[in-house]
């Protein structure tokens, strides 16, 4: 075979691309394998210059034109590949070797070697490198690596922020050198670095210096048996330490709290007993040893109910309370319960199952001793019978009103003063009944409206005395003496108390008199509370029995001696006591809650009323009423205004609301929850909530799961159903009841959303015939709009010589306000159809890059001046995006056309990162920026930052609206950032991988 033949063999038989060149450069020919490679057909390209394969770092053509030029290439360049539809690149090494015949060169041979699988690889190595670095750098616990003779190979972050050495001062040094500093833990870590170093695992729990010298609590976590490997060779071991000072903190925090709640046991002002499953005594605190009388030694490991439950009245019920607890239930009652002496003691008794990881180990009884409670209850029940056999008894006509004048209580007196009986008279005007002769009826009116003026002002205290007439039913006229006082629950004016007293005979009068003032006298030395009377200048004229046994003084102890002296005796209350006097003198009335001196010095807690005394219309001096409360009446009161506050909310509440237990059993449910649901309160305590609300298969497991998760808070939309089967749309909202810190049940609220549903219904088939409006009129005004812009261009370019300038730059302004028009016509369309819900996502997998170029090239001609740069800053490995590429441009060309418009000098930078599975584009400029008060609204249809900005840089205020929607189209948002006069940034994030 001669030479020419061999190489024709070898050049077909070659694996590596070869192309024959001339000293020009040019293809004279190529084997199959660069047929291969580049794609192209031989016959088509032979004579044509190397270049023709061969392109930028950037992927455009090279402006090569002779054969020095791609001689002095670097080794790597890139080649055009014609197999693809469209130009692909790849990598390769070109290698360009003479071709001499006797030292004459005649032509050269080109080799190319594709190693685009070499650079993929060594980019996947660069990667994995930055990946594992990383994690090591960014590891929140301190990792070290030590070679052989424990020297540090490496310190992370972590470890320079727990031990304070940096990077640089750590490796090379020995790591005991460096965190076992301290002679009290040297000889521990020398044994630990050894046992690590000799192929032994480490899990400790001990201390380390830091380089400040100072101590901090590390759990050690070493493997040697998984050492560091180099080319199959150990070259060192990881070892980690993690700071656990916050650990042993919180142990000591529990280890003191611990102690405090065993000193709240003993310390705390109640019997508290806990027992065991079987009943039986587990602890017995002090007070429980003062109110039952067994020492701890006798109550430990006894059954309860036999210690305070011995009476056969009352174990039945005691068994009966330590099932329901022992069940997991709790208990709260008043009974009473047995003393080791036999006696009985009354007291309110809350038992509760004792949970310890969620298992019920026992349960605790906390009794309080209530006997001075019954006496008290005792007291009152006395004192209210007393005063309504007064009222009842009363010889003079006591009536009391509302404020708004009817009738809420007529005496026995009334009846036969005025003729009218109890029931005619309750619920009607006082005037109408009393009032009804004209001679009366003016000067009545008036008496009733000047107290109704002062409603709710206790502190400006009205007070009527007066003598006049009033009517009989009969429509006779009798002479009275009236006295109207007002009302005063809770500080608060709620009525007239109006006193009639017939005078039509004065010898009846006198004697009446009389005996009124026997009366009132018996009433002031029997009264059950304090009662002292004082002259003008506050000297003690009367001082009742009970202000004796209250105060501790006798009345001749007092009587002559000024009161403030008697009962204010510390300098703390004398003042205030002082001022309580000259109210009365100033306003004729004082209310408080204050405190006042015993004989003994000691304070008492008083409820004063102070009224002045009056004689012939003339203030003699004053009555001071003190009434002893006890705290603890006060926390009952207290008590019960908060529970008639919360019944009155929870029974007028419009949305239906019902609590449960535990179990999920009602516990209540208010009038609302009856309307909506259809069952009686009755018909449903006690039974299982979501058996009564979510009796139907299609919501019943739904309901039984909100029920298992409500720990904190639950909202939902759903559907519930109804006493006849029907089921209605409802929001909940549902969250636990905690007392005491303790959760006891759980509170469910119904909201009845079917007149919302109905009117969302509405709203939106209004917002569809408005989308739909908007389409076919952008579509009907789009025809005869580019009609008009053809037939203007037509015309421009026929006429462009005939026509006179004036009437060309008219064509081109009507060309110019067509383009707009058309514009908004289109952006007009585009939010229609985003509100009508037509506009779908036709996603595709591309390459960003090429589409931000396409971007900024179109954008390029919008940009005003020489004195703006548009730049892009494209972050490496930005992977390939599947997603709406004509929407993603969209929102590219809005931020970049607004952008151009609203910047003057200065940059416009498009950036694009990615985030794990986010891509993240922005728009940044240097622009006029915009205010803090206007970002809310730039998303926002037909918004702008003012109407000045309409008017100088024109725009519709749609283009970021479509972009904001088209963004959330496709998973993502888009958000904006701006500095007035600096500049703003737009920021696009969208999902690397649509998900429809």
Same mark, same amino acid.
């Given at each position: ?57 950037? +992927? ?149 210096? *830091? ?84 020492? !701890? ?103 009391? $009103? ?88 809770? @500080? ?18 006198? !004697? ?28 003690? =004229? ?84 003190? $009434? ?7 926390? !009952? ?29 009602? =516990? ?54 109804? #006493? ?29 959303? *079917? ?34 812009? @053809?037939?203007?261009?037509?015309? +421009?370019? #026929? ?6 300038? +004036? ?25 229609? +159809? ?29 940009? *005003? ?132």
């Amino acid at each position: 075979m001669d030479q020419q033949a061999y190489y024709q063999v070898l050049m077909e038989n070659s694996p590596c691309a070869v192309i024959n060149l001339d000293l020009e450069g040019k293809i004279l020919a190529y084997n199959p394998a660069a047929e291969r490679l580049f794609g192209d057909d031989p016959k088509k390209i032979v004579g044509r210059s190397i270049s023709h394969f061969m392109v930028k770092e950037d +992927k455009t053509a090279t402006d090569f034109v002779d054969l020095s030029q791609i001689l002095s290439l670097k080794e790597k360049i890139f080649i055009t590949s014609k197999v693809a539809p469209e130009e692909s690149f790849i990598d390769v090494k070109l290698q360009i070797i003479p071709v001499a015949v006797e030292d004459r060169e005649i032509g050269y041979i080109g080799i190319c070697h594709d190693i685009s699988e070499v650079i993929r690889v060594n980019e996947e190595l660069l990667n994995q490198k930055e990946y594992f670095e990383a994690i090591f750098n960014n590891n929140p616990v301190a990792v070290v690596t030590a070679a052989p003779d424990g020297n540090v190979m490496s310190w992370n972050p972590a470890a320079e922020t727990l031990f304070g050495y940096t990077l640089e001062e750590a490796v090379g040094r020995h790591v005991d050198d460096l965190v076992a500093q301290d002679d009290s833990i040297r000889a521990e870590a020398t044994a630990y670095t050894d046992q690590v170093l000799n192929m032994g695992r480490l899990h400790a729990t001990t201390k380390r210096t *830091r380089k400040d010298g100072s101590l901090v609590d590390v759990e050690i976590l070493a493997f040697a048996d998984h050492p560091v490997i180099v080319g199959g060779e150990k070259v060192g071991t990881i070892i980690i330490y993690h700071d656990i000072s916050e650990r042993k903190r919180i142990e000591e925090e529990l280890r003191r709290q611990k102690e405090y709640y065993e000193s709240l046991f003993s310390n705390i002002p109640a019997a508290v007993v806990t027992e065991d499953m079987d009943g039986r005594v587990v602890s017995w605190n002090p007070e429980a040893e003062k109110l039952f009388g067994y020492t !701890e030694e006798e109550a430990v490991g006894s059954l309860l109910d036999d210690l305070v439950a011995k009476d056969d009245t009352i174990l039945e019920e005691a068994w009966s309370f330590s099932k329901q607890t022992l069940q997991g239930e709790r208990v709260e009652t008043t009974t009473q319960r047995t003393r080791k002496d036999g006696s009985f003691v009354d007291v309110e008794l809350m038992a509760l199952p004792v949970i310890v990881a969620g298992e019920e180990v026992g349960l605790i009884a906390i009794y309080v001793d209530i006997t001075e409670f019954k006496n008290i209850e005792q007291e009152l029940r006395q004192q209210k019978e007393y005063y309504e056999a007064l009222f009842v008894n009363s010889p003079v006509a006591v009536t009391t $009103h509302d404020m708004e004048g009817k009738i809420v209580s007529w005496n026995q007196a009334a009846e036969r003063l005025f003729g009218y009986t109890h029931t005619e008279a309750i619920g009607r005007n006082i005037d109408d009944l009393v009032a009804n002769d004209e001679s009366v009826r003016a000067e009545a009116v008036e008496y009733t409206d000047s107290f109704l003026e002062e409603r709710g002002e206790p502190g400006k205290s009205w007070r009527l005395e007066t003598t006049t007439k009033r009517t009989r039913k009969d429509g006779s006229l009798v002479d009275v003496d009236l006295l109207g006082l007002p009302v005063i629950v809770e @500080g608060k004016i709620v009525g007239v108390i109006a006193i009639y007293h017939d005078i039509s005979e004065r010898m009846e009068f006198e !004697e009446e008199l009389q005996r009124q003032k026997d009366y009132f006298e018996a009433l002031f030395v029997n009264s059950p509370v304090a009662v002292v009377t004082a002259d003008m200048e506050t000297n003690i =004229v009367s001082w009742n029995p009970s202000a004796e046994k209250l105060f501790g003084y006798t009345q001749d102890e007092v009587v002559g001696r000024n009161l403030v002296s008697v009962v204010a005796k510390d300098d703390s209350l004398r003042a205030e006591a002082a001022g309580h006097t000259d109210q009365i003198f100033n306003l004729g009335h004082v209310e408080a809650t204050t405190k006042r001196n015993r004989k003994d010095g000691s304070l008492v807690d008083v409820e004063l009323l102070s009224l002045p005394v009056m004689v012939a219309g003339e203030m003699v001096g004053y009555i001071a009423i003190y $009434h002893d409360i006890s705290e603890r009446v006060k926390f !009952e009161e207290e008590l019960q205004r908060q529970r008639d506050y919360f019944e009155a909310l929870f029974v007028n509440s419009p949305v239906a609301v019902v609590t449960t237990d535990m179990d999920i059993n009602i =516990v209540s449910w208010n009038p609302s929850a009856e309307t909506l649901f259809g069952y009686t309160q009755d018909e449903v305590i006690g039974r299982n909530l979501d058996s009564i609300v979510a009796d139907h298969d299609s919501i019943r497991e739904e309901a039984i799961g909100y029920s298992e998760q409500v720990e904190d808070l639950i909202k939902a939309s759903t559907k519930r159903t109804r #006493k006849d089967g029907s089921l209605v749309d409802v929001d909940i909202l549902a969250l636990p009841v905690i007392v005491s810190g303790e959760r006891v049940g759980f509170i469910a609220i119904y909201h009845d959303i *079917r007149p919302l549903q109905e009117a969302r219904r509405v709203a939106e088939d209004a917002n569809q015939a408005k989308s739909d409006f908007l389409a076919r009129m952008s579509h009907e005004l789009r025809t005869p709009l580019n009609a008009i812009i @053809g037939f203007t261009r037509i015309v +421009k370019r #026929k006429g462009s010589e005939i026509l006179p300038k +004036k009437q060309l730059d008219n064509l081109d302004k009507v060309l110019v306000s067509a383009d707009h028009l058309l514009n908004l016509i289109d952006d007009v369309l585009d939010l229609s +159809k985003i509100e009508a819900g037509r506009i779908e996502v036709e996603a595709s997998t591309f390459e960003l890059e090429p589409l931000v170029d396409l971007c900024m090239t179109t954008t390029q001609p919008l940009i *005003r001046g020489e004195k703006i740069v548009l730049a892009k800053k494209i972050e490496k490995g930005v992977p390939a995006i599947y997603s709406d590429q004509g929407k993603l441009k969209q929102i590219i060309l809005n931020l970049l056309g607004n952008a151009a418009k609203f910047t003057h000098e200065g940059q416009i930078t498009v950036g694009v990162s990615h985030d794990v599975d986010t891509l993240i584009l922005s728009v940044t400029d240097t622009g006029i920026g915009i205010p803090e008060g206007a970002l809310d609204r730039i998303f926002e249809d037909f918004q702008q930052v003012d109407t000045s900005t309409t008017r100088e840089y024109g725009g519709t205020g749609l283009g970021l609206s479509i972009s904001h929607r088209l963004a959330q189209l496709l998973g993502g948002d888009l958000v904006a950032s701006s500095r007035e006069g600096e500049g703003s940034t737009f920021t696009l994030k969208i999902p690397l991988q649509y998900q429809a």
